[in-house]
């Protein structure tokens, strides 16, 4: 009886604090079907490769790339995006730039997370959240010690309380500035990034990516760490929705 009470008192307290974020987009990434049922087009030849929950999409080749829709599934106030990420190169073998996830609009507007190499034109090791707001760039990045091999979550916020950049559900780094861009594009890519596939302007990740979800609003660490582990319908209210919870351990 008391046991039932403590977790009904827990769930309230988790209402409390979420009831209005919602889950906008979700997607496994763990193979063909489950891309294309969602209105996703895969481009090149990624595989698909054991990662953290099950299997995810591996974007090796130069046109290897995925592309969703954006209607519906990003809100340009604010949010959040979260992926799982498997490194399967060094980070000093990376790419000039290794784009794990992009929406970017005519070139003026954009969301990005993005690995760009020491040894690229930039000259510098970072991993960053980013985000283009009427052509000019923000973002929050870290300098990454990650080993081949490694997996690690990481999530981008933005919103009222500026940008953000969540790895392993700790805050890594942040950004002041507030909202997000004033154009939405077309698609967004996991994996890859274009701004016109029929430009050729690739950037695959080399890395593995798993299990994208995207928020409607600006999520603390303890609601990333709790919302990576959900079983949550994208209609969904995330607190209505807490119970759902999947069989893994949390690094």
Known sequence: MLGSVFVILVFALIQIHIVDAREIFHNSLDSREAIEAAGGEIFGTPTFEDAEIGKGIYTQNPEDGVRFPTEGHLVLEQGTIMVWVKVMKEISDQPIEAMVFVAYEDGSNAFYIVHSNVNAPFGVNEF?????????????????????GELHHVAGTYGKDGMKLYVDYKLAAENPQKGGPVALAKGMWIGSGSMDVNAGWFRPSFWIQDDVRIFDEQLTAAQIEKASILAVEPTDKLASTWGKVKGRVLR
Do not use: Q, R, V
Request: no cysteine; aromatic share 20%; proline share 5%.
């Open 128 to 148: 960053s959240f980013g985000m283009k707001i009427g052509g000019t760039w923000y973002d929050a990045s870290i300098e990454p010690d990650w080993k081949k």
